[in-house]
């Protein structure tokens, strides 16, 4: 199945999903798509001001198009996902969107299509790391 | 090369980072991304002390520091953020602040849509680009032999020729093809003079034509208006020590200076409808059928309380005048509404992203519009100095900064 991660450039939980035989739906790989694209040349994302416009399907025309780019990116990715992982409370360096408001639209756009997720706390020690992971892997093994 | 340090949030996902780069280019520059560590993020928030919940917000408080301390070198600095983000605008204006404290680097603040193209932040990049270049000329306090300057502006075409730090020829008439316009205008300046062009020494101009009219005159200085314009307004002001904030509202766009010995250290430019520009001014008067030139000594005698206009849109601003004139409002009161108008405009989009500093002068055409200085003083809470020729200050700054190429070869 293909699981939408939050963040969306989370390294950990990217291993996490695909180690439990789902397809990591991430950051990483629209990016990779549109860097490969020899037609597309915006750098350093290839996000395009046509792009940027492809957001309003996710956000109105007075919202900023920093916010709009990023959902024009990540908003396919949630539209296709079978299941979503989120991670609360993560320091910037384990993965971030860079902009708290569209965190909190992607997270509300989850909720919105209804599809099964779970949300778990950045652990702050070893016990709740293994917790954490845990929790993971029972909701993966559980997606059918 | 010119190394500007981008402090940015968003032009990468809005389509703007190859365009922000290609004006960079243009004007012989480079955007450079300071290196920071992750671990230095959360100190030097805590050191700026205002701390956003965006983490790329984060990184754009680092990297103002590492550059501030010293720890990443770069010649300027470009701060940018999405238009309409609250967060980022509070950022924005903070951090411009915490680095004109911290530095003496020049900044320009600037919010982008994905609309944004490198022609709208060509003047910009280039005005900071000049700055460091050209300290010395810019250090430039009087005008030695025979030069000329051109301003070619969006609605009149200005040149002046200056003799020993004299103005002894001047004209101005209304902006069509811009080389030729430019030439009449210099002929009737030269005429006015007494001199002939091919006894000037060195000729200068700025203004949006500039690069046109620069290569068919063959003149010795192509600059743009955001440091000529300052040159020229502090030596018509006589304030060329010292700090001083300049409003130039022009027929296109606005411009918002300040200055420290007459070297600009942070600019806005901009107007996002006409409506907030001398183009309003010249709609009022016509509606009004009286000559531009009239327009400020009429709303001078009006009271701009006594009619409701917001001209935040030049359309629903002439609809508001064509209200209160047939709600019978008198011409005055209408004149001096249009100019308050214009004048508080002019405060919430521009002068909000500089700090004002005094004196305020107020240069360029609109600013022979008396009722608009009065509106500009009462928004501002002092009344500007407006010196003499104001309206050509593009052309005496051209002039003055033209004879810097003079003095090497003599």
Request: hydrophobic share 40%; proline share 4%; with cysteine.
């Amino acid at each position: 199945m293909k699981v939408f991660i939050v963040p969306p450039n989370s390294l950990i939980l990217f291993d996490l999903v695909e180690r439990y035989g789902h397809e990591p739906l991430s950051l990483m790989g629209a990016i990779h798509e549109r860097i490969v694209n020899p037609e597309v040349e915006s750098p350093p994302m290839n996000v395009t001001p046509e792009d940027v416009k492809k957001g309003l399907k996710y956000a109105g025309i007075e919202v900023p198009s920093g916010i709009r780019g990023r959902l024009a990116v990540w908003g396919p990715l949630i539209d296709q996902a079978d299941a979503a992982v989120i991670m609360d409370d993560a320091p910037f360096e384990f993965g971030c969107v860079g902009c708290h408001r569209t965190d909190e639209m992607v997270r509300y756009y989850i909720k919105k299509r209804k599809i099964p997720s779970i949300v778990v706390r950045y652990p702050t020690n070893e016990e709740e790391a293994k917790l954490m992971v845990a929790k993971i892997k029972e909701f993966l093994e559980g997606l059918k | 090369m010119i190394k500007i340090a981008q402090l940015s949030c968003g032009t990468e996902y809005s389509g703007v980072q190859s365009e922000i780069e290609m004006a960079a280019t243009t004007v012989g520059a480079k955007m450079v991304y300071p290196d920071v560590e992750a671990k230095d993020i959360e100190d030097a928030v805590d050191k700026f002390g205002f701390n956003p919940t965006s983490a790329q917000l984060k990184l754009m408080i680092a990297r103002a520091v590492a550059v501030t301390e010293g720890k990443y070198d770069a010649d300027a600095i470009f701060i940018s953020s999405c238009f309409r983000c609250a967060e980022a605008a509070l950022i924005r204006n903070e951090l411009r602040r915490y680095v004109q404290e911290h530095s003496r680097l020049p900044v320009v603040t600037y919010s982008f849509t994905e609309r944004t193209k490198s022609g709208q932040l060509l003047t910009r990049m280039e005005a900071l680009v000049t700055i460091v270049e050209r300290k010395e000329l810019l250090a430039r306090e009087r005008q030695v032999g025979l030069t000329a300057g051109i301003d070619s502006g969006s609605s009149t075409t200005k040149a002046m020729i200056m003799r020993d730090n004299h103005i002894i020829g001047k004209f101005w008439h209304k902006t069509g093809e811009v080389v030729a316009c430019a030439e009449e205008a210099l002929d009737k300046a030269l005429a006015e003079a007494g001199v002939k062009r091919n006894q000037l020494e060195a000729i200068g101009v700025t203004g949006y034509g500039r690069f046109t009219i620069g290569k068919a005159l063959k003149c010795d200085l192509i600059q743009e208006e955001l440091t000529v314009n300052s040159k020229g307004a502090v030596w018509l002001a006589d304030r060329q020590k010292g700090e001083a904030t300049i409003i130039d509202i022009g027929g296109m766009d606005n411009k918002a200076i300040t200055v420290r010995d007459g070297i600009p250290d942070n600019f806005t430019m901009g107007g996002i409808c006409a409506g907030a520009s001398g183009r309003f001014l010249e709609m009022t008067a016509n509606r009004l059928k009286v000559d531009i030139t009239d327009l400020g000594a009429l709303a001078d005698q009006g009271d701009w309380k006594k009619v409701e206009m917001n001209s935040y849109c030049s359309i629903f601003g002439i609809q508001s005048l064509v209200t209160s004139l047939a709600s019978g409002h008198a011409l005055a009161d209408v004149a001096a509404a249009a100019c308050h108008s214009v004048a508080e405009q002019v405060y919430e989009q521009q002068l909000q992203e500089i700090d004002v500093r005094h004196p305020v002068i107020q240069v360029g055409g609109t600013s022979l519009i008396s009722g608009l200085v009065t509106a500009v003083g009462n928004v501002v809470g002092e009344r500007p100095i407006v010196p003499p020729n104001s309206q050509y200050i593009g052309a005496a700054g051209a002039a003055l900064l033209s004879s810097g190429f003079l003095e090497g070869h003599r």
